[in-house]
């Protein structure tokens, strides 16, 4: 059996790009499929995460400028080129099942260039904000749009989603929902004696890591001594807008941007807390990797991302969004608790568990066997 995952790049830092390549090295491991990652976008880099040599690797070459939108005139004029390379390598490869994960023009392309295949879209952002636009949304146009989103949606065998609430925000019946897999566990537990909390991500305003830095200034004032560290790379511009506020707010040498680690794990390791301020998250893998290192979380309960993972005052705090006085006030209560920072980190330890790779691939490999026979017996019958 033939499988494709198509995305834009592998290149890159990010949770998308790490899940896809977790998911092809346990693919690769412990089944007999032909795996294949097709990209348009790639620019002749190497993946950015390691990825099995099992795995057969393509990319259409497609120079979008991504600075701009993808409907902008200067990348509309590249949609005959991508249409037309998919369509010669899908129908070289002719597989089973394609799993698509990023939304642009292979979207509305792939239902109709793979008629005799599974097609699977997997949805890694929440729809919560798009939802509320088109709730009050009164333009025709948009309205016209969202139907025609809704269309191409339809036509896609399955809609995989990462948690039960955003259910919510996607019509149709050919909704499932399969968590992201947590794909490493220490063999140890953090000490959370180090004075330190620790936070990681794309930097980008969307992650909202201003209202943690302007949150520290009550930590500060209460624990001098404690630490934030600041782990990823990402947007320069507003990188430097957050060490400017860290300058303003006299805070140098209490918040420290250390740059992309590919030693996370360890990191945490050496932390006694996880924090989390982003303005949007649909399921925060980074949560995932903290509990398994025994950490305690404070977070926004942005929509549905975190709320999905933690369970409020068992395994993290759940402090409410935008809110910056309550997760300085979380932050100092699990500072100056040591028992409830100890025992939400080994709660977090052990409900990690339900996450584990085996669990989610298990789901995955279900619905590819059952559904693809059911799908091959349809398209025989035709």
């Not at 209460?222 to 303003?248: A, R, S």
Request: hydrophobic share 35%; charged share 25%.
């Amino acid at each position: 059996m033939k499988l494709v995952y198509y995305t834009d790049q592998i290149y890159k830092h990010g949770g998308l790009e790490r899940v896809i390549s977790n998911k092809l090295n346990y693919l690769a491991k412990n089944t007999d499929l032909d795996l294949h990652l097709i990209t348009f976008q790639n620019n002749n880099n190497i993946p950015c995460y390691s990825i099995n040599n099992k795995v057969n690797f393509h990319d259409l070459d497609i120079n979008y400028n991504r600075n701009i939108t993808f409907l902008h005139p200067r990348n509309v004029k590249y949609i005959l080129k991508h249409f037309s390379r998919l369509k010669k390598l899908l129908k070289k490869i002719k597989p089973d099942i394609i799993i698509v994960c990023n939304y642009e023009y292979g979207f509305f392309f792939v239902p109709y260039l793979a008629k005799n295949s599974l097609t699977i879209k997997e949805y890694h952002s929440t729809g919560h904000f798009h939802y509320l636009n088109r709730q009050h949304n009164q333009s025709i146009l948009k309205k016209i749009r969202y139907k025609f989103i809704n269309y191409f949606q339809s036509k896609y065998n399955y809609i995989a989603l990462l948690n039960k609430d955003e259910l919510n925000y996607y019509s149709g019946e050919n909704k499932i929902v399969i968590p992201n897999s947590l794909t490493f566990k220490p063999d140890q537990q953090s000490s959370l004696n180090e004075k330190c909390v620790i936070s990681a991500g794309r930097i980008a305003p969307v992650k909202g890591f201003d209202d943690l830095i302007e949150s520290w200034v009550k930590i500060r004032y209460h624990h001098p001594e404690w630490k934030l560290k600041i782990f990823g790379d990402g947007e320069t511009d507003y990188i430097e807008e957050l060490k400017n506020i860290v300058d303003k707010l006299n805070l140098k040498e209490n918040i420290l941007f250390m740059g992309p680690t590919k030693n996370l794990k360890q990191e945490m390791l050496n932390s006694s807390m996880y924090a989390m301020t982003s303005g949007m998250e649909c399921f925060p893998m980074v949560l995932l990797e903290a509990m398994s290192c025994g950490l305690p979380i404070v977070s926004y309960d942005c929509p549905t991302g975190p709320r999905n993972i933690i369970q409020d005052n068992i395994d993290g705090i759940l402090v409410d969004y935008k809110n910056k006085e309550s997760m300085s006030n979380a932050i100092i209560e699990l500072i100056e608790n040591i028992d409830k920072r100890i025992l939400l980190g080994k709660n977090g330890f052990i409900n990690a568990n339900k996450f584990t790779e085996h669990n989610v691939m298990t789901s995955w490999l279900n619905i590819f066997k059952t559904s693809s026979a059911k799908f091959q017996q349809l398209s025989n019958a035709k």
